[in-house]
Every structure is written in C-alpha cells, then in structure tokens.
C-alpha cells in the first residue's frame, strides 16, 4: 500500500492487527493456602517476596516446596504470592511424567475432580487430594484490551509467535478483568517447542 494514501483509519486498522502482547513463559508453580503454608514452613510462617510478577499484586516468593508423586519428584516448584483461598499446582505435561501425576488440562481455578499429590517442605508435608493442573494456555486482559482486540471474556482465540521458530497457538483462552494486565502465558514445554523466552512478542493471528 502507498504511504501516501494510508488514512487515519487504515492505519489503525493496520496497528490494531499487528499490535503485539507480551508472553511470559509459566514454569511449574504452586499457589497455597495460608494453611498449607504454615504446614509446610511452620506456624505463622508467612512468604517471602522475591519479585514481583506482571499481573498486579503477584509475585514469586523465595520460598519453594518438593512436589512428590507415584513415579518421582519434583524439587524447587516456586511458591507464587499472595495466598490462595484453594491450593493448586501448575505444572508441565513433562512434569506428570517424570512424577507419575495425571494431571488434566484445565482452566486455572477449575480443580474439582483433579489431581493430588505431596507437598514436601522443610517443617512438614500436605497431602493433596486435588489441585494439581496442566494450565491452558491463556491471554490476561483488561477490558480496554478486549475492546481493542474484539475479543470477550473466555473467547478462544489463535496467538502467532516470531519467526525464526514461529508457529500459531491454537484454543488460547481470553480471560478478561479489570485487575489484569496484557499477557499471554505458555508452559514450559510449549515454549521450548518454538524457542521462547520471557519476554517474548506475539501476535493474534
């Protein structure tokens, strides 16, 4: 297209489709319980920030716990902060055969009917009954950015990565709220699939 006839709106039609989203790549984690935390770290224990993540009020503590299994375990699963209200483990596909644990797919928060698995830590141990998920990959939103994208609240759409390894995530989930902020997250084995590292651009496709 000639420069010299692009018009406003063309031209933000042209940044809208091409405007990029940052992705930052999920490693195994656990967000607990306050409960679940002072089991495994002794009474009152409270966590440690270690830095803070994109979304708002988040951040990985110092804090890591061992996560056992039928087959094996996992050492140094990161604590996520603040405490949860349910305790629940992210983990890779990867992860659940090296620890026999069957995780399924599911939605973060969607833990009924999942997993369970030992919590080891340096002052006890918990034994969970359910919690222990493969995440779907999924975009934060806030609902300037659905605007912006045309996209609703748990619409499934398409993410493009960059070349040189470039390859399009289908059925990534659009999860929509005010407190969030513009991110996609991809586990640990779907980025070593196309050479990710945080942070990375991508793209709706």
């Avoid at 997993?115 to 006890?124: A, K």
């Amino acid at each position: 297209m000639d420069e010299a006839v692009i018009t406003g709106e063309v031209l933000l039609r042209l940044q809208r489709s091409e405007r990029s989203i940052v992705c930052n790549v999920s490693n195994r984690h656990a967000h607990l319980t306050q409960e679940h935390i002072e089991k495994l770290f002794g009474p009152g224990y409270r966590l440690s920030r270690l830095r803070d993540l994109v979304q708002p009020g988040e951040y990985a503590a110092e804090e890591t716990l061992t996560l056992k299994g039928p087959k094996g375990k996992i050492e140094k699963v990161r604590i996520l902060g603040p405490p949860r209200e349910f305790s629940q483990l992210e983990i890779s596909r990867t992860d659940t055969y090296t620890s026999g644990i069957k995780a399924p797919l599911r939605i973060s928060g969607d833990i009924q009917g999942s997993s369970g698995g030992w919590l080891i830590g340096p002052h006890g141990s918990v034994q969970l009954t359910q919690g222990i998920i493969v995440a779907r990959r999924h975009i934060h939103m806030t609902p300037r950015d659905a605007d912006f994208f045309k996209v609703k609240d748990r619409q499934y759409v398409r993410v493009r990565t960059s070349p040189p390894r470039s390859v399009v995530f289908e059925d990534v989930l659009v999860r929509v709220s005010p407190d969030y902020r513009l991110e996609f997250h991809v586990d640990t084995d779907e980025a070593n699939a196309c050479d990710l590292k945080s942070p990375a651009e991508v793209f709706l496709s």
